[in-house]
């Protein structure tokens, strides 16, 4: 069975901030990771996710993530923050066969100030 | 990307009826579609997987005679919930992964649902 903890509930920054959102997982088998956003009352949507290959992804409205198998994370990051990335921030896992159902972390609230 | 539609977006309900929402893949065939329920300020718990054709296969601790499950066809799988009770208010989002694509999954607009 996976498992993801988000280590932040809350994360306050300033505008144009850089900022991290952490993410570890655990797993007994080779996973997909991936970063979904959600605002309020809404779905979630795809920032990005990680697969194969190289373990620095891109994703949408600048954010990047790195995945780290050793120390097991998939750290989110952004080099300068807006108004409006303030969002609920989703780290999620799958085992990276089939189509199998995503695990979701806790999630953590980025909350951009003026 | 690949369009999930969820319908109805917020419902309210008396106690003791009950409520169908779905969930519609636009543009693509899911022959999985998985049920997410979200409490206030809280992740998403996944409820079912809904499996087209076949039963769902529910989560420990779902009740599966409270939340009913129907995959009919490939583009389609609704949740009802019956016998709603207060408890049972949440926001409830679907999702479907894409099995053309590179595993990634779309979710639905998400439904409000308040039952009164």
């Known amino acids: 069975a996976q498992s993801v903890t988000q280590l932040d509930s809350q994360v306050p920054v300033f505008e144009e901030a850089p900022v991290e959102l952490r993410c570890n997982y655990s797993?007994?088998?080779?996973?997909?990771l991936f970063w979904y956003v959600q605002y309020p009352n809404q779905g979630l949507q795809l920032l990005l996710k990680?697969?194969?290959?190289?373990?620095l992804v891109k994703g949408i409205n600048g954010f990047e993530a790195e995945f780290n198998k050793s120390q097991t994370s998939f750290h989110l990051r952004k080099p300068s923050v807006h108004i409006s990335d303030t969002a609920e921030y989703f780290c999620a896992v799958s085992e990276s066969w089939g189509y199998n159902k995503l695990i979701f972390g806790a999630g953590t609230r980025l909350a951009v100030h003026p | 990307g690949a369009v999930v539609s969820q319908h109805p977006s917020r419902v309210i309900c008396k106690s003791g009826t009950s409520v169908k929402i779905e969930c519609r893949s636009l543009d693509f065939q899911a022959t999985t579609m998985f049920w997410y329920r979200q409490f206030p300020k809280q992740s998403l718990m996944l409820m079912a997987t809904s499996n087209e054709g076949s039963k769902a296969t529910y989560e420990q601790g779902v009740e599966k005679d409270k939340f009913l499950i129907n995959h009919a066809s490939l583009t389609l799988s609704t949740l009802t919930v019956t016998s709603a009770h207060p408890e049972d208010s949440s926001f409830y989002i679907c999702?479907?992964?894409?099995?053309?694509?590179?595993?990634?999954?779309?979710f639905g607009q998400g439904t409000r649902l308040t039952v009164v």
């Open positions: 797993s007994s088998v080779s996973v997909y």
């Open positions: 999702s479907a992964r894409d099995e053309t694509g590179y595993a990634e999954a779309f």
């Open positions: 990680y697969l194969s290959g190289s373990t």
